[in-house]
């Protein structure tokens, strides 16, 4: 049994997805608040960026973001609402990534630098989720979760993040459904 707690932080994202071990793009959740949205990060490693010249490709990012803003959220809500553990929520729903916006990228990844989805929740209904947001880089040495340890709503819908966030994309409707299976 998976219980859900007050937040996705802390939470192991393995544990919320059902994306198998090569396709989940999350580490880890440094912020949520049911209803408005998620920091989540994610570090490329080698087999991510294989082919690619070393570099993290634009739809594994949007993935990733889509994975940590609308998949996370959407999953964690539904399971408030219908009582449920993410088990059950497995057993009875498939997500499904409905639409992509707009993404318009300033910056790219690699193996090494630490990508953080800032994604905020436009829209929520019929176990459907429209979220926007931003994906940043930082170093790996920053920490991350002492950053986002008292974040605060307010700072989150303004992108309100110290100089060593450098932006890396703006996503615009990413939409995410669950269908009973």
């Not at 219980?3 to 802390?10: H, M, S």
């Not at 544990?15 to 920091?39: A, C, E, N, R």
């Not at 880089?137 to 100089?163: C, G, I, M, P, R």
């Amino acid at each position: 049994m998976n219980k859900i707690g007050d937040t996705l932080v802390g939470m192991d994202p393995a544990v919320v997805m059902i994306h198998g071990p090569s396709k989940l793009l999350i580490d880890t959740y440094h912020w949520h608040q049911p209803g408005v949205g998620v920091v989540a990060s994610y570090s490329p490693n080698e087999q991510d960026v294989k082919d690619h010249f070393g570099v993290f490709r634009g739809v594994d990012m949007i993935e990733a973001f889509a994975q940590a803003s609308s998949g996370s959220c959407s999953a964690f809500a539904q399971c408030v609402k219908m009582g449920i553990d993410f088990d059950e929520l497995r057993r009875t729903f498939i997500p499904l990534f409905l639409n992509i916006g707009q993404v318009n990228f300033h910056n790219f990844l690699k193996v090494g630098d630490v990508m953080v989805s800032v994604g905020q929740i436009k829209f929520y209904k019929f176990r459907q989720m429209v979220c926007e947001g931003r994906i940043y880089k930082v170093s790996k040495e920053f920490d991350l979760t002492a950053y986002f340890k008292d974040y605060t709503k307010e700072q989150f819908l303004a992108y309100e993040l110290s100089n060593e966030f450098v932006q890396v994309a703006e996503l615009f409707e990413i939409t995410g459904k669950a269908v009973k299976k």
